[in-house]
């Protein structure tokens, strides 16, 4: 045996570990974030008390604010924190809907891509080659048309926004198409959330004045959860037509 062979597992073996090094940043961010109590300022309670001093440094300092906010955003969706929704509802709230749901699809989208890779980097290739029977099927029609997939899971609000941008990960999905439909899918909700945030002041002043914490139930109508079922539903359409053509023509 010569001595590039007898290192060769080691080496095999510490480059191995090392893939696993971005998921393990996200986890230890993640952890660092709850135990400084980071998370308690990602709720609209936070907004209500705090909308004063915040209106009046975004005046002040517009342009920084927006760079700013825009930074927590995505460093949030990339380390998983759960304030996705309420922090669309935030820029809206500071910016208005156009310009807050604008700065908020830019950042979701980058900060969803570095948490996608950093999965992939760590799981995709050991756990696709370990899927077999119906879930190598499913997996072989996700990748086929992995845009068209991933565009129905952005669109519909069943799954949480952490999951759908880490599951694919497991799948050989192109970086483009992640992106792709990641940026497209999100727009939807992005905009009815910063709409949402652009009008919420009276909700506002209703939980500060009674001290008790607003929710997004408050804020969400059935009609919305509907609007966004619907165009989950449309985007679906040309996935189930073309597995049907695909079956008649087999």
């Given amino acids: ?29 993640l952890a660092f974030g709850y135990a400084m109590g980071w998370h308690k300022y990602f709720s609209l309670m936070f907004l209500a008390e705090s909308r ?29 924190f759960p304030a996705a929704s309420v922090l669309t509802i935030f820029g809206g709230f500071l910016f208005g809907w156009l310009v807050g749901g ?47 997939y991933l565009l129905v899971l952005r669109l519909a609000p069943i799954f949480p926004f952490f999951l759908v941008n880490i599951a694919p990960a497991l799948f050989k999905v192109p970086l483009r198409a992640y992106v792709g439909a990641t940026f497209l899918g999100i727009l939807p909700g992005v905009f009815a959330y910063s709409y949402l945030g652009d009008g919420v002041d009276s909700v506002l002043t209703a939980a500060r004045e009674s001290g008790q914490a607003p929710s997004i139930g408050d804020l969400v109508t059935p009609k919305i959860t509907l609007a966004f079922a619907a165009l989950a539903l449309v985007a679906a359409i040309p996935v189930v037509v073309r597995k049907i053509k695909r079956r008649r023509s087999a």
Wanted: glycine letters at 10%; zero cysteines; proline letters at 2%.
């Fill in 1 to 29: 045996m010569t001595n590039a062979e007898s290192q060769s597992g080691p080496g095999k073996a510490r480059a191995g570990m090392w893939r696993f090094a971005p998921i393990a940043v996200v986890a230890a961010g």
């Fill in 52 to 80: 004063d001093s915040l209106n009046a440094y975004v005046d002040q300092n517009y342009a920084l604010s927006l760079f700013g906010f825009g930074l927590v955003y995505a460093l949030a969706v990339a380390f998983s």
């Fill in 102 to 148: 604008s700065v908020v699809a830019i950042a979701a989208t980058l900060g969803a891509t570095a948490l996608f890779l950093a999965a992939r980097s760590a799981f995709g290739d050991f756990l696709r080659q370990r899927v077999k029977g119906k879930s190598a099927a499913f997996a072989d029609g996700f990748e086929e048309n992995a845009f068209g």
